[in-house]
Structures are given as C-alpha cells and as structure tokens.
C-alpha cells in the first residue's frame, strides 16, 4: 500500500468530510479547473462557496477551500504530488505558509501534503523555507526485498531481483503478477509508457540523480552497453570507489564493502553476501 493508498484509506475510515486533489503535470490553468471539480465533486459542506466563481491563482483558489471545510468540525485535506505544484508555482510555498498561519490552523481541518520527490518534501520543512515548523514529516518506506519475496512468492535470488527493479514501491508491485518471473515482467512493463515501472523510473531519475550521483556514472555506463563487473567498473570509475571506498559519503577507511551476487565475489577486501543472506536480514 502506497501513500496514495494509505491517505484514501485514511479519509475513508475517518468519515469526515473530505477532499483529494491528485496534482499531475498539465498546466497551471488546467489544474486550477480540476481543483475547482474536484471541489465541488466533494462532500464539504460548503463547497458552494465555488458556485460561479473561477480562481485565478492558487492564493484565491486555497482561500476558498478553506471557507468550505467545517468551521467548527474535523475535515481533511489532501494535495497529493505536492512537488509539481511547486514547480510550476514558485511562490506556492509561501502562499500555503500565508494561508496556513490565517486560515487552516484556525480549523480543525487536517492538511495532508503528499509527495513522491524525497527532496523537495524535506525542503520544505527546512528552516530557510516559508512552510518551517508548520508540518510534521512523516516517511512512508518502500517494502523490503523479504516483503516482495512474501508478496510475489519467488526464490531469494530473484525475489532481490525484483526489489532491485521495483525500488519496493507497491504501485509498481501491484503490476507484478504472483509468480511471474523477472524477464516476464520486464517484457510487459518496460514497452508500456503508461506502467508503473515505467513512469516511477523516469520521476526517479529526474528527481533523485543529481549530475555528481556516482549512481547516475553508473547507469550510463550500462546504458552505453557495457555488462561485465570489470567494463562498468572501467567505464564509471568503480575501481577506483573501490579503491578509495573512503570518499564515499558517510563512509571511513574502516568501513567494510559487501557485494551481493548469487554467483560469488572473489575481489579483494569485499565481502560476498548471497541472496539468502540478504532477505534474513529484513526477517
């Protein structure tokens, strides 16, 4: 179950009024008009406030909103894919910063802000940002490699395949039949622009791979067709990572480097950890 998942199953078993608004990347206007339906689509019991009004901008828009939430009674509210709203509207953050000191923290409305760019949801809470201290971070983990073993019944080996694949994110897993193989999925999924696989890699590798990522040396290293440990190694610098472990962040010249391989690891000062091995350790 995803954030998504969880927020809709949250308001369903609240029972209090409610809206959900799912941001996606068309452009601001279309998304002004989409707020305004879901609005009125709502059961808040004043969504009539909308009636014969269009908004102009998210400040008019959100100030709105919060004239039909319950004034006196518990409500919930939730923006989800926060981050492209962002993107598009550079003064959002202070806007909501604005319109939470003066009107959603005078109700007992509960504003729920989701969002799948880990970096942009933790800036937000930063001190040098106009939504500081206003929120409360909560971090919804992907499911371990011995969840997805549970979930797709398949061997260690290719049970850490497909977490590998997947991240252990549930929407990309709910896509995964029970039983299919590796190389089954990939053949469906990867052609279809629309799959789960599909459109979280390419979010992924937007948001989280920032141009200095030895990860992204990675990935165009095998996307430049090199497949053997020692071409990539060549290719990506990882020799000498391995070499000179201690420039990793985070990482000294005692830290120990672990290789997980199904068919062993003979290098130097790396110790080899099997598939088995890995999934006891989320057990």
Not at 173 to 185: H, I, K, N, Q, R
Request: glycine residues 6%; hydrophobic residues 45%.
């Amino acid at each position: 179950m995803g954030k998504t998942r969880l927020a809709e199953e949250f308001i369903r078993r609240s029972g209090v009024p409610s809206l959900f608004f799912a941001v996606d990347q068309q452009p601001p206007a279309v998304q002004l008009e989409r707020f305004l339906a879901d609005v009125a689509a709502s059961d808040l019991p004043d969504a009539a406030h909308f009636d014969g009004v269009t908004p102009t901008s998210w400040d008019s828009a959100l100030r709105l909103m919060a004239q039909a939430v319950p004034q006196d009674s518990p409500s919930i509210i939730v923006i989800d894919e926060l981050p492209y709203l962002i993107q598009q509207d550079p003064y959002l953050e202070s806007t909501l910063q604005r319109l939470f000191d003066r009107e959603f923290s005078r109700r007992p409305m509960l504003l729920i802000l989701i969002g799948s760019d880990l970096s942009i949801m933790e800036a937000i809470n930063q001190y040098d940002r106009p939504f500081y201290m206003r929120a409360s971070e909560m971090v919804v983990n992907p499911l371990t490699a011995a969840d997805v073993a549970d979930k797709l019944g398949l061997p260690a080996a290719e049970a850490v395949d497909a977490h590998l694949i997947t991240g252990g994110l549930p929407q990309i897993l709910d896509e995964w039949p029970a039983g299919t193989s590796v190389e089954e999925f990939l053949e469906t999924a990867v052609p279809m622009p629309g799959s789960a696989l599909t459109v979280s890699g390419v979010r992924a590798m937007a948001a989280e791979f920032p141009p200095e990522a030895q990860a992204g040396v990675l990935l165009r290293a095998i996307g430049s067709g090199r497949r053997t440990y020692s071409s990539i190694s060549k290719a990506s610098g990882l020799r000498e990572l391995i070499a000179h472990h201690a420039q990793v962040e985070g990482a000294g010249t005692t830290t120990p480097l672990y290789a997980v391989s199904r068919s062993g690891c003979d290098v130097d000062g790396v110790t080899h950890v099997d598939p088995e091995q890995l999934l006891d350790t989320w057990r």
